[in-house]
């Protein structure tokens, strides 16, 4: 879908004198921007831009030609900067034209002559094809290049029998006469193609030399003296041969070789056409194009491949002599484009030498019969019709045609379209204006057409104009629903454009009365043309004329252009004024690089120029955006680009020009939709502006219309602003957006419009989806929350619903039922059944309610599609309505015999039982026990038994009346259900509320509840021994808890006997309390009896312990430093990590020594069972010596064993104050001292254990 349009057309005048005889080669040298040229018997050397002869090679005076001698042929030798000339005598010289020294030498010969010289692309091979000889053939040298000398590899002849090695094996598979001929009928079968040998009289009878773009082969087009007629053989780089093109008639001279290397390419002339007809490198013949021209007007001089192999220029010249054209073709889906078309009408205009530049595959060189040498520049561009409110038509070039396809309202895959206009000469350039619905279009003739677009075409009332011919739709029964072209004017170039029509590029349309076009005058100057345009008398009129060094120009919806330099500074054209483009901070807009395509848009509402270079560099104003783009469009939201990763993105154009910022490959978050992956070497042909849809053109040639999702979201946004809710939703439907957008993309708004949305869908289809797709989750925080990403700022807190679902269902059976309940009636089961808690039961009474049974069957039968039916049947069960039982169980698969029978069993039970039978049968049992509690007494057993069963104590409490005998029976039920779960005092308050204080006191005692006891035992009506026996039980209780002060107290006040509570105090090491009750009740006694030896014996098993704790921390310490200087020396041995450490273990420090440390957790997963995780772990723990994690141990037995320290500090304070009270100075001395050493022990350890070199060493040892 793109053109090729003339950029940019350079002449430069030589100093020469030439006629169109004189013989002419020509070749270039890109890199230093050089052409060399023979010029009868001289070679000279010139600058491309200057047209400035920088030197010359007189070949006469230098003795190196003889008169009559022409050149042959040119080469320029990048790699030692030398010019290869090839001579008709056959010498072959090497001019060095890099020293300041003319180096001129002959390196090679050949006796019989030369006709033909071409070097391999490597150049390292040079293919010599000799003169003619009445007596001997022409014969083929292959000479090997070795510096600046040249030595032969191999020679043969031209002319022979042999095909080649790539020569067809019959297998017998198939005859002619079984074939099918098609129109030709069965006579063809039997039909010899007759070959008419012989060359054509416009034949030069010259050879042609091509390789293939890698250097593998070479072909030669040469005549076969043998039959008289042209051949094309193929030969390898070795020599041998490859191929030999099929015996055609009317096989001309041209000949080239696609670069890729698919494709030989010459012209045929048949007996009715005048084909470019394509060999494939076996001989046969692969496809051809006819030209637009008569049969024997014209003659093919030559074919040329640009280095890109997507351009094909052909060069003819009519046999009248009177024109000479230079034709662009290109190919895409198997169709041939004819893309540019030069004229040339004059001797001093007409080409003697076409060649493509190697580096720059857009540039042709043409040197003139007047000495004047062409640099035209080509660029390929999409002609789209940007206007707003059109249907986004883009125009394809093909010679006298121009294919329309408006994507907006159809995609027509090339080389097909949905109409096309036809001229009276090729197309040269179009545009399309932006003020209002119209295009110009430029022809080689220099006729400009202009046409307005009408939009109230009607296939069937009028006539198609002359030239517009409609393809995609025709006949009766169609319909036209793009608007077509009018033809509004045609005018003619003022006659000072006239005489350089070839030269006349970027056509812009600038405004309804002003077309812009710039052009190259005979001296090479370049100028930007303004003309006025005046339709009623049909003339164009020069105003203003500037010279310009232009690349490239774009017109703009306010009337201005937008021009760009050579060097990347833009200039603004309005009016009659010439100005820089100015940026926002007041400086000039100069692109890094030249950009090869422009365009105006705007970013926040500030206006840029997004420029492409031609090495897919995208800027936007001064700032490069992407380095690998391949192709960008504007749409009326975003900015569209391809990529290199095949990727397209999609730019905000909301965002601010300062936040731009340069694109990656990957998504910014998960939900990121303005990335989408597309086929490789995807290029954008347009956008519709104010739509979704993205047309991308494949390499081969093909559409494909994307909606990428950024552009489906944003077009759903503008929709839902403006409440269009059917277009929005249709959309969402076509592109699978989430239905839930609706709601949350204005909750508060779309409740206030619930009754308009209903009005535009009215479809209960589309309803149903919308109700069904419902969620509670906002999808602008989760699935789109890339285009809501100030969502949190706009809308405020009191707009979101915390129950989205049930509040959309209220509003929407509310609009439902208020506009028309009967048409929207599955739309108010639908949202009955959507809530978070499906409201059957208001479902099925709404089924209930209607009264034709018609549409209550099918509302029940819609009802069973949303809900398992087995799930509906309970629902109706559980209404106690056996009718819509009925109704229900129709629908379901139930088994009649099952459902009657247990139907008609409850039905004759009385009302209560009946729903109490109904709901145990649903497994409702909190509202069985409800309406079985209306039978009791009579059925107080099955009440019981469906508590216990079902744990329903509490709710049978409540429900029986306090003072009821029933009620007693379950709380003494619910009471034994404790006891049996070892709740001991939730029981026993449950048996005194029951006055079961029996048990109430056995359920205290067990709980340790003492106080709750002895208020049981005191409603007991119990002797003085009996009671005193359950206190001492209740005692020995307290002791086994370890509560022994309980224990005493209870002793010594409900039992009266302080001698045993002195006891227990003792027994409990609560020294203090123990020596208040012997004060108190004057037992002096238990001191030197009781107290002073339980005294002793704690202090001794104190000592024993602290000095146990502390020879075990001062042991493993020792074994620490050993197992931690062993492990060290592994480590410098082995350098390689053998095993994982619990690196939290070197980080722990004691609570004892008030500091903190940092603690790290590192987690792993191991896949391993708990069991197993268990038991690895354990043999971590173990202290066997030289075990894997020893160490790892002897940390974590130390961290114990301080923290039991630490743990003895209150138990040690309490027995040293008791002592110092009874006068034990002495031992408790001892005992202070012998603990104080052990803390000092302790507290001096941790920082030789767990400092930060012996951690860092630990943890990197215990790594390996």
Same mark, same amino acid.
């Given at each position: 879908?793109?053109?090729?349009?003339?950029?940019?057309?350079?002449?430069?005048?030589?100093?020469?004198?030439?006629?169109?005889?004189?013989?002419?080669?020509?070749?270039?040298?890109?890199?230093?921007?050089?052409?060399?040229?023979?010029?009868h018997?001289?070679?000279?050397?010139?600058?491309?831009?200057?047209?400035?002869?920088?030197?010359?090679?007189?070949?006469?005076?230098?003795?190196?030609?003889?008169?009559?001698d022409?050149?042959?042929?040119?080469?320029?030798?990048l790699?030692?900067?030398?010019?290869?000339?090839?001579?008709?005598?056959?010498?072959?010289?090497?001019?060095?034209?890099?020293?300041?020294?003319?180096?001129?030498?002959?390196?090679g010969?050949?006796?019989?002559?030369?006709?033909?010289?071409?070097?391999?692309?490597?150049g390292?091979?040079?293919?010599?094809?000799?003169?003619?000889?009445?007596?001997?053939?022409?014969?083929?040298?292959?000479?090997?290049?070795h510096?600046?000398?040249?030595?032969?590899?191999?020679?043969?002849?031209?002319?022979?029998?042999?095909?080649?090695?790539?020569?067809f094996?019959?297998?017998? %598979?198939?005859?002619?006469?079984?074939?099918?001929?098609?129109?030709?009928?069965?006579?063809?079968?039997?039909?010899?193609?007759?070959?008419?040998?012989?060359?054509?009289?416009?034949?030069?009878?010259?050879?042609?030399i091509?390789?293939?773009?890698?250097?593998?082969?070479?072909?030669?087009?040469?005549?076969?003296?043998?039959?008289?007629?042209r051949?094309?053989?193929?030969?390898?780089?070795?020599?041998?041969?490859?191929?030999?093109?099929?015996?055609?008639?009317?096989?001309?001279?041209?000949?080239? %070789?696609?670069?890729?290397?698919?494709?030989?390419?010459?012209?045929?002339?048949?007996?009715?056409?005048?084909?470019?007809?394509?060999?494939?490198?076996?001989?046969?013949?692969?496809?051809?194009?006819?030209?637009?021209?008569?049969?024997?007007?014209?003659?093919?001089?030559?074919?040329?491949?640009?280095?890109?192999?997507?351009?094909?220029?052909?060069?003819?010249?009519?046999?009248?002599?009177?024109?000479?054209?230079?034709?662009?073709?290109?190919?895409?889906?198997?169709?041939?484009?004819?893309?540019?078309?030069?004229?040339?009408h004059?001797?001093?205009?007409?080409?003697?030498?076409?060649?493509?530049?190697?580096?720059?595959?857009?540039?042709?060189?043409?040197?003139?019969?007047?000495?004047?040498?062409?640099?035209?520049?080509f660029?390929?561009?999409?002609?789209?019709?940007?206007?707003?409110?059109?249907?986004?038509?883009?125009?394809?070039?093909?010679?006298?045609?121009?294919?329309?396809?408006?994507?907006?309202?159809?995609?027509?895959?090339?080389?097909?379209?949905?109409y096309?206009?036809?001229?009276?000469?090729?197309?040269?350039?179009?545009?399309?204006?932006?003020?209002?619905?119209?295009?110009?279009?430029?022809l080689?003739?220099?006729?400009?057409?202009?046409?307005?677009?009408?939009?109230?075409?009607?296939?069937?009332?009028?006539?198609?104009?002359?030239?517009?011919?409609?393809?995609a739709?025709?006949?009766?029964?169609?319909?036209?629903?793009?608007?077509?072209?009018?033809l509004?004017?045609?005018?003619?170039?003022?006659?000072e454009?006239?005489?350089c029509?070839?030269?006349?590029?970027?056509?812009?349309?600038?405004?309804?009365?002003?077309?812009?076009?710039?052009?190259?005058?005979d001296?090479?100057?370049?100028?930007?043309?303004?003309?006025?345009?005046?339709?009623?008398?049909?003339?164009l009129r020069?105003?203003?004329?500037?010279?310009?060094?232009?690349?490239?120009?774009?017109?703009?919806?306010?009337?201005?252009?937008?021009?760009?330099?050579?060097?990347?500074?833009?200039?603004?054209?309005?009016?009659?004024?010439?100005?820089?483009?100015?940026?926002?901070?007041?400086?000039n807009?100069?692109?890094?690089?030249?950009?090869?395509s422009?365009?105006?848009?705007t970013?926040?509402?500030?206006?840029?120029?997004?420029?492409?270079?031609?090495?897919?560099?995208?800027?936007?104003?001064?700032?490069?955006?992407?380095?690998?783009?391949?192709?960008?469009?504007?749409?009326?939201?975003?900015?569209?680009?391809t990529?290199?990763?095949?990727?397209?993105?999609?730019?905000?154009?909301?965002?601010?020009?300062?936040?731009?910022?340069?694109?990656?490959?990957?998504?910014?978050?998960i939900?990121?939709?303005?990335?989408?992956?597309?086929?490789?070497?995807?290029?954008?042909?347009?956008?519709?502006?104010d739509?979704?849809?993205?047309?991308?053109?494949?390499?081969?040639?093909?559409?494909?219309?994307?909606?990428?999702?950024?552009?489906?979201?944003?077009?759903?946004?503008?929709?839902?602003?403006?409440?269009?809710?059917?277009?929005?939703?249709?959309?969402?439907?076509?592109?699978?957006?989430?239905?839930?957008?609706?709601?949350?993309?204005?909750?508060?708004?779309?409740?206030?419009?619930?009754?308009?949305?209903?009005?535009?869908?009215?479809?209960?289809?589309?309803?149903?989806?919308?109700?069904?797709?419902?969620?509670?989750?906002?999808?602008?925080?989760?699935?789109?929350?890339?285009?809501?990403?100030?969502?949190l700022?706009?809308?405020?807190?009191?707009?979101?619903l915390?129950?989205?679902?049930?509040?959309?269902?209220?509003?929407?059976?509310?609009?439902?039922q208020?506009?028309?309940?009967?048409?929207?009636?599955?739309?108010?089961?639908?949202?009955?059944?959507?809530?978070?808690?499906?409201?059957?039961?208001?479902?099925?009474?709404?089924?209930?309610?209607l009264?034709?049974?018609?549409?209550?069957?099918?509302?029940?039968?819609?009802?069973?599609?949303?809900?398992?039916?087995n799930?509906?049947?309970?629902?109706?069960?559980?209404?106690?309505?056996?009718?819509?039982?009925?109704?229900?169980?129709?629908?379901?698969?139930?088994?009649?015999?099952?459902?009657?029978?247990?139907?008609?069993?409850?039905?004759?039970?009385?009302?209560?039982?009946?729903?109490?039978?109904?709901?145990?049968?649903?497994?409702?049992?909190?509202?069985?026990?409800?309406?079985?509690?209306?039978?009791?007494?009579?059925?107080?057993?099955?009440?019981?038994?469906?508590?216990k069963?079902?744990?329903?104590?509490?709710?049978?409490?409540?429900?029986?009346?306090?003072?009821?005998?029933?009620r007693?029976?379950?709380?003494?039920a619910?009471?034994?259900?404790?006891?049996?779960?070892?709740?001991f005092?939730?029981?026993?308050?449950?048996?005194?509320q029951?006055?079961?204080?029996?048990?109430?006191?056995?359920?205290?005692?067990?709980?340790?509840?003492?106080?709750?006891?002895?208020?049981?035992?005191?409603?007991?009506?119990?002797?003085?021994?009996?009671?005193l026996d359950?206190?001492?039980?209740?005692?020995?209780?307290?002791?086994?808890m370890?509560?022994?002060?309980?224990?005493?107290?209870?002793?010594?006040?409900?039992?009266?006997?302080?001698?045993?509570?002195?006891?227990?105090?003792?027994?409990?090491?609560?020294?203090?309390?123990?020596?208040?009750?012997?004060?108190?009740?004057?037992?002096?006694?238990?001191?030197?009896?009781?107290?002073?030896?339980a005294?002793?014996?704690?202090?001794?098993?104190l000592?024993?312990?602290?000095?146990?704790?502390?020879?075990?921390?001062l042991?493993?310490?020792?074994?620490?430093?050993?197992?931690?200087?062993?492990?060290?020396?592994?480590?410098?041995?082995?350098?390689?990590e053998?095993?994982?450490?619990?690196?939290?273990?070197?980080?722990?420090?004691?609570?004892?020594?008030?500091?903190?440390?940092?603690?790290?957790?590192h987690?792993?997963?191991?896949?391993?069972?708990?069991?197993?995780?268990?038991?690895?772990?354990?043999?971590?723990?173990?202290?066997?010596?030289?075990?894997?994690?020893?160490?790892?141990?002897?940390?974590?037995?130390?961290?114990?064993?301080?923290?039991?320290?630490?743990?003895?500090?209150?138990?040690?304070?309490?027995?040293?104050l008791?002592?110092?009270?009874?006068?034990?100075?002495?031992?408790?001395?001892?005992?202070?001292?012998?603990?104080?050493?052990?803390?000092?022990?302790?507290?001096?350890?941790?920082?030789?254990?767990?400092?930060?070199?012996?951690?860092?060493?630990?943890?990197?040892?215990?790594?390996?």
């Amino acid at each position: 879908m793109r053109n090729l349009i003339l950029v940019d057309a350079i002449l430069s005048k030589l100093d020469v004198s030439l006629t169109s005889e004189t013989p002419v080669c020509f070749t270039v040298d890109s890199d230093n921007g050089h052409a060399y040229i023979s010029l009868h018997e001289k070679v000279v050397l010139c600058d491309i831009h200057s047209g400035k002869i920088l030197k010359t090679l007189d070949l006469l005076s230098e003795g190196l030609i003889k008169a009559g001698d022409v050149v042959v042929a040119l080469h320029y030798r990048l790699d030692d900067m030398s010019l290869c000339i090839a001579l008709s005598h056959g010498d072959i010289i090497s001019w060095n034209t890099g020293g300041p020294v003319m180096q001129v030498e002959v390196i090679g010969s050949i006796a019989e002559g030369i006709a033909a010289m071409s070097w391999s692309p490597d150049g390292e091979l040079v293919v010599l094809f000799t003169a003619r000889d009445c007596n001997e053939p022409a014969s083929i040298y292959l000479l090997v290049c070795h510096g600046s000398e040249l030595e032969p590899l191999t020679d043969f002849t031209f002319c022979t029998d042999a095909f080649g090695e790539a020569e067809f094996v019959t297998v017998g %598979w198939g005859k002619k006469e079984t074939q099918f001929h098609g129109s030709e009928g069965k006579d063809a079968a039997t039909k010899k193609e007759v070959i008419q040998h012989g060359v054509r009289t416009t034949d030069d009878g010259k050879p042609r030399i091509r390789w293939i773009g890698d250097g593998r082969f070479f072909a030669v087009s040469a005549v076969d003296d043998a039959v008289g007629a042209r051949k094309i053989r193929v030969w390898t780089r070795e020599g041998a041969l490859h191929s030999t093109s099929e015996s055609l008639s009317g096989l001309e001279q041209c000949l080239d %070789w696609r670069p890729s290397g698919n494709l030989i390419t010459s012209s045929i002339t048949n007996k009715n056409k005048h084909q470019i007809a394509f060999f494939e490198r076996n001989g046969l013949r692969h496809g051809e194009f006819t030209l637009p021209f008569s049969i024997d007007t014209v003659k093919v001089r030559e074919v040329l491949w640009n280095t890109e192999s997507n351009i094909l220029c052909l060069w003819l010249e009519e046999l009248n002599m009177t024109k000479t054209h230079v034709q662009l073709w290109t190919t895409k889906n198997y169709h041939w484009y004819l893309k540019q078309a030069l004229e040339f009408h004059t001797e001093d205009t007409k080409p003697q030498h076409i060649s493509w530049d190697q580096l720059d595959a857009t540039v042709l060189y043409f040197f003139s019969s007047a000495g004047s040498l062409t640099k035209f520049t080509f660029d390929w561009i999409t002609h789209a019709n940007t206007y707003s409110g059109c249907d986004h038509e883009v125009a394809v070039v093909d010679g006298k045609k121009l294919l329309m396809t408006p994507f907006r309202v159809m995609t027509v895959p090339p080389p097909m379209c949905a109409y096309s206009l036809e001229f009276t000469s090729p197309v040269s350039s179009l545009s399309f204006c932006q003020s209002e619905n119209k295009m110009a279009v430029l022809l080689n003739n220099g006729d400009v057409a202009t046409y307005i677009f009408d939009n109230k075409f009607d296939l069937q009332s009028d006539e198609l104009q002359k030239g517009v011919t409609v393809q995609a739709a025709g006949g009766t029964g169609f319909k036209i629903n793009s608007s077509l072209p009018k033809l509004s004017a045609t005018f003619k170039l003022p006659e000072e454009l006239s005489s350089c029509a070839y030269s006349v590029r970027h056509l812009n349309w600038l405004s309804q009365t002003l077309l812009c076009l710039f052009r190259s005058d005979d001296s090479g100057r370049s100028s930007l043309c303004v003309l006025s345009v005046d339709e009623q008398n049909s003339t164009l009129r020069l105003e203003n004329e500037k010279n310009v060094d232009l690349v490239t120009a774009t017109c703009t919806s306010k009337g201005r252009l937008v021009l760009q330099y050579n060097d990347g500074s833009v200039w603004v054209y309005t009016g009659n004024e010439y100005s820089a483009y100015q940026l926002g901070n007041g400086s000039n807009l100069v692109f890094p690089v030249a950009c090869q395509s422009i365009q105006v848009c705007t970013f926040d509402d500030q206006e840029a120029v997004v420029g492409l270079s031609q090495r897919y560099r995208l800027f936007v104003n001064d700032k490069e955006i992407a380095t690998n783009c391949t192709s960008f469009s504007i749409h009326d939201d975003f900015l569209l680009l391809t990529t290199h990763s095949h990727t397209i993105r999609c730019i905000n154009r909301a965002t601010p020009l300062n936040k731009l910022s340069s694109l990656s490959d990957g998504k910014t978050h998960i939900f990121d939709e303005t990335v989408r992956r597309v086929e490789r070497g995807s290029r954008i042909v347009t956008c519709v502006s104010d739509g979704t849809s993205v047309i991308l053109q494949m390499p081969r040639g093909n559409l494909e219309g994307i909606h990428p999702r950024a552009l489906v979201l944003s077009t759903v946004r503008k929709m839902l602003d403006r409440l269009a809710y059917k277009e929005a939703f249709l959309l969402m439907h076509r592109h699978r957006i989430n239905m839930n957008l609706i709601c949350d993309h204005d909750r508060k708004c779309f409740l206030q419009n619930v009754s308009l949305f209903i009005e535009q869908l009215q479809s209960t289809t589309y309803l149903n989806q919308f109700i069904t797709d419902l969620h509670e989750e906002d999808v602008t925080q989760s699935m789109y929350t890339a285009f809501y990403c100030n969502r949190l700022k706009d809308v405020p807190p009191g707009q979101v619903l915390p129950n989205k679902v049930d509040t959309v269902c209220d509003a929407l059976i509310s609009s439902f039922q208020h506009l028309n309940s009967d048409k929207y009636l599955l739309c108010i089961l639908t949202a009955h059944v959507r809530k978070s808690t499906p409201q059957l039961e208001t479902a099925l009474q709404l089924i209930k309610s209607l009264k034709d049974i018609n549409k209550s069957e099918e509302a029940l039968k819609y009802l069973a599609f949303l809900v398992d039916v087995n799930e509906l049947y309970d629902v109706a069960l559980g209404m106690y309505d056996f009718d819509l039982v009925l109704m229900v169980a129709e629908k379901s698969q139930k088994d009649p015999k099952e459902y009657l029978l247990f139907l008609n069993h409850v039905r004759k039970l009385e009302s209560s039982y009946q729903k109490y039978t109904i709901d145990y049968h649903l497994k409702r049992y909190s509202k069985a026990l409800s309406h079985i509690s209306n039978c009791v007494p009579e059925r107080f057993t099955e009440l019981l038994s469906l508590v216990k069963e079902q744990r329903l104590y509490l709710e049978a409490m409540q429900i029986l009346p306090s003072a009821s005998q029933e009620r007693e029976e379950v709380v003494l039920a619910f009471a034994d259900y404790l006891q049996e779960k070892k709740r001991f005092e939730e029981a026993g308050v449950l048996y005194s509320q029951a006055s079961y204080h029996q048990m109430a006191v056995s359920c205290f005692t067990e709980s340790g509840s003492w106080q709750q006891a002895i208020i049981s035992i005191q409603k007991l009506s119990l002797s003085s021994s009996k009671r005193l026996d359950l206190i001492q039980k209740l005692s020995e209780k307290l002791k086994l808890m370890r509560k022994y002060m309980d224990s005493a107290t209870l002793l010594e006040v409900y039992a009266e006997q302080p001698e045993e509570a002195i006891t227990t105090l003792i027994e409990g090491h609560l020294w203090e309390d123990s020596l208040r009750l012997i004060e108190r009740y004057d037992r002096a006694d238990f001191i030197e009896t009781d107290w002073k030896p339980a005294v002793e014996e704690c202090r001794q098993q104190l000592l024993s312990d602290i000095s146990g704790n502390l020879t075990d921390l001062l042991s493993h310490k020792e074994r620490f430093l050993v197992v931690l200087q062993t492990n060290k020396s592994k480590a410098d041995l082995i350098g390689e990590e053998f095993r994982d450490v619990d690196a939290d273990m070197y980080s722990d420090t004691s609570s004892m020594t008030g500091g903190s440390a940092a603690s790290t957790t590192h987690t792993r997963s191991t896949g391993r069972t708990s069991k197993n995780q268990k038991k690895a772990q354990r043999k971590k723990w173990s202290l066997k010596e030289g075990s894997k994690f020893e160490d790892l141990a002897l940390l974590n037995e130390m961290k114990k064993l301080i923290e039991r320290v630490d743990k003895l500090r209150d138990e040690v304070r309490s027995l040293l104050l008791a002592m110092v009270k009874v006068n034990q100075l002495q031992a408790a001395t001892q005992l202070q001292e012998v603990y104080s050493n052990a803390l000092s022990s302790a507290i001096a350890l941790v920082p030789q254990v767990w400092s930060s070199e012996v951690v860092d060493s630990s943890a990197q040892v215990s790594s390996i």
